[in-house]
């Protein structure tokens, strides 16, 4: 039977020549160190990857990967591409010099990326006296107090003598059993690229540790931000093939439809679901992300002035400022909310950790979580916002944002959210989200009942002002929906608003035209008495009336056209119309068409077909007028011109 391979990964730090590289090769028997000039120099420039196999019973095993990360101050940025995805820390401080500055930075990354596990190891034990290693465990011990590393084992070791390794081996795999747990694969799949190459026969490379989601052979993945479209032909974890990879675990990709050359560190291989996301980001450059912060202590105000700032976010980072909210009061855990400006997009979803830094000074100043990413100012919720605190309340956070927006696409939330489309619809059924959803959006449902007053109240005041008009049109009442809300509604929206308006009968439809139930068309007495006139200028039988003759009666034109109106409606729903216009010139009455239609279609079904002259004859009317309805015929679908005769449509 195969076993489970549970994925984690072990974070080395501390800095240089501490003694990060020699621990993983005692450890795992593998050099980390892959560049000539580190084997030259003696320290590691870029990261190096090695790992162990601890098994965890019941057919699992756990295959820890070691990523040993630069201690000097200038391959930081290379320390925290290493740092992305790690379970816990190893951390190394020499024996002979004691805490030193990297230790304490990287101390603060791995903080500010969410570790909360480790081991500190003083390391060149035989190169000091026993009272020393006491002192420096002493010093490490109140480094960690009142951290979330406060606590963790401090053991000393040597690679070279061996003492102290197999306690630590020991704590390693108790570390790696508490720590390792499997991985949630629905998620959106997210490789940062911390190493690409080109292998002879199968061509571009990439490695990195799986952020978020899972990958199989065959998938097809984006590149962000390129945009190049790749396939992944073949994966590789902790040098094995397999056929998947999941999140937590180191991967190698081989990928198809692009060269290595195009490719760098920094960039993401991506589910191809997050293509939207990269057509956000590059429709606005700048982009906006709601966080919460925590920074070392003293540096969290002078994050609100203008200086400087790189966030380092995954492989890739982007010059930054930091807008804070309110007085950058924090809350009970010491975290502070505010907005996170980036002069470039970065790949950033809900929950995921950054480091912030300051370009002058090179130095760690802070850190956060992602909340919301926004790819526009106007978008983006108010700072004052409640709620923005917790990135793992998803229901609240879904509310606050369709409450502040009125409504957003479900596309756009599933990234804004960092979840499924499914999880949005089952938040929706269960009433969770305080959000309805109608299409492809989600609303908020003030916007329903605006939308549905502003409508009853408009066809209700359309009614009032013509009331022999069957209702009003679409048009004029998708033309009230664009003014009904604080934004646009996109045409989309607007119809799928009236959709639900008519089968929830707020509205009936009556042809082309919006009524509300139970409405009526009826004349009032001065109307009714235009449309006897008109009606007494219009005889019964196969005679047509001109419009310009109607036009001489002595009322208004426009209440002659209104009554007009009134009577080509009258009558809709099976029931022939008052009065029909049989040309823009002409008008005849509804029963003498009926009554042409019913000969029409006896004669036809007889013979087959009818010539003009013959339905003249039938008629016995003038061929002019004969013609006239027959065009008329022709337009409403109920003939069709074959030759010289007419046929029933569909015959």
Known sequence: MLKENIPCV?????????????????LTGMDTDRLPEEKKRGISIDLGFAHIVVEAGDGKSIKAAFVDVPGHERFIKNMLAGATGINFVLFAIAADDGVMPQTTEHLDAVRFLGVKKGIFTITKTDLVSSERVDEVKEMVKALIKNTVLSGSPVIGVSTV??????????????????????????????????????????GAVVTGAIASGSVKKGDELVLFPSGKKVRVRGIESLHTAVDSACRGERAALNLTGVSHSEIG????????????????ALESKIQYVDAVFEFVEGEGASSKKNFQMRAHHLTDDALCRISLRGSAKKNKNGLVAGRLILNKPLLMLRGDRFIIRDVSKNRTIGGGTVVTPYFSRSEALPLKTTGIFDAEDVAELAATLVREAGFIEIAEATLKLNVKEGFLKGLSRQGEGGFTILGAFIVDPRVFSALEKKAIDAVSEHHGANPMDAGMSEEALLNVFMRAVGRPLSHELMRLFLEDLLKRGILK??????????FSASASSAQSEIEKAVLNLIPKGFTAVSSADIMKLPFKKSEIEKALGYLQRKGAGGVAPVVVRLTEGSFISGASVKEAGARLEEIVKATG???ASEFRDALGCGRKLAIEILEFFDREGFTVRKGDERVLRGE
């Open 509 to 518: 439809r009556t042809g082309p035209a919006l009524s509300l139930p139970g």
């Open 161 to 202: 003598t061996g003492a102290g390794m197999d306690e630590l081996r020991g704590l390693i795999k108790n570390r790696v059993l508490s720590s390792a747990t499997p991985s949630a694969t629905d998620a959106f799949f997210r490789l940062p690229v911390d190493r690409v190459f080109a292998r002879k026969g199968f």
């Open 265 to 280: 560190r920094g960039e993401v291989a991506a589910s191809t679901a997050l293509v939207r996301y990269r057509q956000f």
């Open 10 to 26: 072990i974070g080395t730090a501390g800095h240089i020549d501490h003694g990060k590289t020699s621990l993983v090769r005692a």
């Open 609 to 611: 077909g009818i010539k």
